[in-house]
């Protein structure tokens, strides 16, 4: 007997704790909920204008000196590698061109988004997931005041304002390291190194970036509330929530570029 109800407590235990594949889609679920109920809460006042402002500053203007950094380099390097393999086929005057269709493409908004990750995102993640273990999220709904709206929806919309111009930026910026490279190497003028980028430029070269850059930062912004929001454990868990908000967001951003770069490639035969 005593076997037997120990027997039936197990299966009572197990029927009670979901498997791992029953996890899986009720995150999902949670995930897509989470999502939708952005959407509505976005386009419906009361707006909150003021705080959109300030993320939009947190988010833009303070990573303005690593993403400056990092796009100068990614220019010189960019170019510096790139040189030795067009010098074999004689045809480095092309390289002003292929650093400018690069940078546009692919490398401005990839690394963009990717720092954004490493520093928004955790940021977003480890400040809500204080906010949540410290219980200031239940306080604001006692007082009447939609923390979702005002926590969550304004990251969400400034992460995807902010993003593309940013990313622009940082083509900019990579430019600029291009060019100096390429005076100092071969002495050509700006006016001819930015004429000869630019005429490569194309109208579907702005729009699969600015879009791309859209992508990235609604999921920088969204991947960092979602974790920061229903983090839990704790201490423990703003750590995890922090670092889920970096992992989460870096491996969703390369799924978007491979699927962006087939889907516009599309475009370009």
């Not at 061109?97 to 720092?115: D, E, F, K, N, Q």
Request: glycine letters at 10%.
């Amino acid at each position: 007997m005593e076997k037997k109800a120990e027997s039936q407590e197990t299966l009572n235990d197990e029927v009670k704790t979901p498997g791992k594949l029953s996890r899986t889609f009720i995150t999902l679920y949670d995930v897509f909920q989470f999502i939708g109920r952005f959407f509505k809460e976005g386009f419906l006042p009361p707006y909150e204008g003021k705080e959109l402002m300030k993320q939009c500053y947190d988010i833009g203007y303070r990573s303005l000196a690593l993403i400056s950094l990092t796009g100068f380099i990614t220019g010189i390097v960019f170019t510096k590698q790139s040189r030795p393999s067009l010098a074999e086929f004689g045809a480095t005057s092309w390289l002003p061109s292929l650093v400018g269709i690069a940078l546009l493409r692919t490398l401005a908004p990839l690394l963009t988004s990717l720092i954004a990750a490493g520093k928004v995102g955790s940021s977003i993640g480890a400040e809500l997931g204080s906010m949540r273990v410290t219980e200031q999220i239940d306080a604001m709904e006692v007082s009447a005041t939609n923390p979702f709206k005002f926590l969550v929806t304004t990251r969400v919309l400034a992460s995807t304002i902010t993003i593309p111009i940013l990313t622009f930026y940082t083509a900019m910026v990579g430019m600029l390291g291009a060019l100096l490279n390429v005076s100092l190497s071969e002495g050509t003028s700006a006016k001819a190194f930015f004429q000869s980028s630019l005429e490569s430029i194309t109208f579907l070269d702005i729009t699969a970036s600015t879009i791309k850059a859209v992508i990235f930062g609604f999921t920088i912004g969204m991947v960092g509330c979602y974790q920061g929001y229903n983090s839990s454990k704790g201490t423990e868990g703003v750590g995890k929530a922090a670092n889920s908000a970096v992992v989460i967001g870096m491996f969703l951003i390369f799924i978007e570029e491979v699927v962006s770069v087939q889907f516009f490639g599309l475009f370009r035969t």
